[in-house]
Nanobody
Framework: VQLQASGGGQVQPGGSLRLSCLAS????????GAWFRQAPGKEREFVAS????????YHAHSVRGRFTISRDNAKNTVHLQMDNLKPEDTAVYYCAAGEDPSGPFDYWGQGTLVTVSS
């Protein structure tokens, strides 16, 4: 599976962005999807994951209530809707795929930069 992340950009605090992860090769519906992020000087951290059929979703405590992961298997895509963004959400966001939403994740996209600043 080859993954392509898109949708990053610069937004003011309190704003929204929607990230997309497209599987350009392979069938995304065979895999759980996930988003991770890495802020400058910090380790990569888990953000959210979703089971292959969309029935189970998991969100990190730091984003719960603000971010929502979803998927459209007909379009081979997993999304991350990010609302009420905060400066501490600034990071490169990576999408990933694996057999289970708890990991491990064997396939990774290239990352998309999200900057939250006024």
């Amino acid at each position: 599976v080859q993954l392509q992340a898109s949708g990053g950009g610069q937004v003011q605090p309190g704003g929204s962005l929607r990230l997309s992860c497209l599987a350009s090769e392979g069938t995304f519906s065979n895999y759980a999807g996930a988003w991770f992020r890495q802020a400058p000087g910090k380790e990569r951290e888990f953000v959210a994951s979703i089971r292959w059929n969309g029935r189970n979703k998991y969100h990190a405590h730091s984003v719960r209530g603000r971010f929502t992961i979803s998927r459209d298997n007909a379009k081979n895509t997993v999304h991350l809707q990010m609302d009420n963004l905060k400066p501490e959400d600034t990071a490169v966001y990576y999408c990933a795929a694996g057999e289970d939403p708890s990991g491990p994740f064997d396939y990774w996209g290239q990352g998309t930069l999200v900057t939250v600043s006024s």
